[in-house]
């Protein structure tokens, strides 16, 4: 009990604690100054009739779709690539898991200069091999929006994926593979029946961590995009950050936190779930 102690009350004071609070905070009207006042389920019933929140859980599905189905297509081109005997194979590497240790929000700063139509390195660079006419605004439509969020999210977070499968690719015997050449095995043959099925607990976890990263992206579209076009790129956390921080409805905001933090669980629980059944 003594050994546990200190992560006790770590959890308790940074997690439990904030959590009964956001709770409370839910089911009050809770202005920024002066006393909450208990209102039951009033947040909760107003969900509904939340035009923006409603649209950003339309698109932040559709983001996590895309960007779950596109970091994976991308990642296992990249592996390939660096976990053949070639040389420079280091140097991809680092070159892949660089941009990883950059900040979201720093990353998301410095691609809002890089696609600026004006003085923007990428509309120079298209200009210059003249793929275009004139500048390309990359935040200027909803689909233009979300393609450059999407790019950016991919050249960000595809290091992190690739190290990982990596380390999966090179944690599987060599001997499985050799057995299988005697036997006449294909390539296709041998990454159905070996590479997938041993990668298998490694690609669950990066289903589980794009899928929530996802589901909770926030810094990309504040910094980049703003919400815009036209509120067309809201996302579910951006919304609540809207309702608490603008139109000051903490109460309202703390029960969008709810609603997200149940979904989280339940979405997580189910992929666990599917997870471990197929695995068994």
Same mark, same amino acid.
């Given at each position: !009990?003594?050994?546990?102690?200190?992560?006790?009350?770590? @959890?308790?004071? +940074?997690?439990?604690?904030?959590?009964?609070?956001?709770?409370?905070? *839910?089911?009050?009207?809770?202005?920024?100054?002066?006393?909450?006042?208990?209102?039951?389920?009033?947040?909760?019933?107003?969900?509904?009739?939340?035009?923006?929140?409603?649209?950003?859980?339309?698109?932040?599905?559709?983001?996590?779709?895309?960007?779950?189905?596109?970091?994976?297509?991308?990642?296992? %081109? +990249? @592996?390939? #690539?660096?976990?053949?005997?070639?040389?420079?194979?280091?140097?991809?590497? =680092?070159?892949?898991?660089?941009?990883?240790? %950059?900040? =979201?929000?720093?990353?998301?700063?410095?691609?809002? $200069?890089?696609?600026?139509?004006?003085?923007?390195?990428?509309?120079?660079?298209?200009?210059?091999?003249?793929?275009?006419?004139?500048?390309?605004?990359?935040?200027?439509?909803?689909?233009?929006?979300?393609?450059?969020?999407?790019?950016?999210? %991919?050249?960000?977070?595809?290091?992190?994926?690739?190290?990982? /499968?990596?380390?999966?690719?090179?944690?599987?015997?060599?001997?499985?593979?050799?057995?299988?050449?005697?036997?006449?095995? *294909? =390539?296709?043959?041998?990454?159905?029946?070996?590479?997938?099925? *041993?990668?298998?607990?490694?690609?669950?976890?990066?289903?589980?961590?794009?899928?929530?990263?996802?589901?909770?992206?926030?810094?990309?579209?504040?910094?980049?995009?703003?919400?815009?076009?036209?509120? *067309?790129?809201?996302? !579910?956390?951006?919304?609540?950050?809207?309702?608490?921080?603008?139109?000051?409805?903490?109460?309202?905001?703390?029960? /969008?936190?709810? $609603?997200?933090? #149940?979904?989280?669980?339940?979405?997580?629980?189910?992929? /666990?779930?599917?997870?471990?059944?197929?695995?068994?």
């Amino acid at each position: !009990m003594l050994f546990v102690a200190p992560t006790a009350v770590i @959890v308790l004071v +940074l997690f439990v604690v904030p959590l009964l609070i956001l709770l409370y905070m *839910s089911v009050s009207d809770w202005p920024l100054l002066g006393s909450p006042t208990f209102t039951g389920l009033d947040n909760y019933t107003r969900i509904g009739d939340d035009d923006q929140f409603i649209g950003a859980i339309w698109f932040t599905l559709l983001y996590t779709a895309i960007t779950t189905v596109v970091l994976f297509a991308v990642a296992f %081109v +990249l @592996v390939a #690539i660096s976990n053949s005997p070639r040389r420079g194979v280091r140097f991809y590497r =680092t070159a892949y898991f660089l941009p990883y240790v %950059v900040g =979201t929000a720093a990353a998301a700063l410095m691609w809002f $200069v890089d696609i600026n139509d004006q003085l923007g390195v990428f509309n120079r660079i298209l200009l210059a091999l003249h793929l275009v006419d004139e500048p390309v605004g990359f935040i200027d439509t909803p689909n233009m929006a979300l393609f450059t969020t999407i790019m950016l999210v %991919v050249w960000k977070f595809i290091g992190f994926q690739v190290v990982v /499968l990596l380390v999966g690719l090179q944690a599987i015997p060599g001997e499985l593979y050799e057995a299988a050449k005697v036997d006449g095995a *294909s =390539t296709w043959q041998r990454l159905r029946y070996i590479t997938l099925p *041993s990668l298998r607990p490694t690609l669950a976890l990066l289903f589980v961590l794009s899928v929530t990263g996802s589901l909770l992206a926030f810094d990309q579209f504040l910094v980049l995009t703003r919400g815009g076009p036209d509120n *067309s790129t809201i996302t !579910m956390v951006l919304a609540l950050y809207n309702t608490a921080f603008q139109s000051f409805e903490l109460g309202h905001a703390a029960a /969008l936190a709810v $609603v997200l933090l #149940i979904a989280l669980v339940v979405i997580n629980g189910v992929q /666990l779930r599917l997870l471990r059944e197929k695995d068994e």
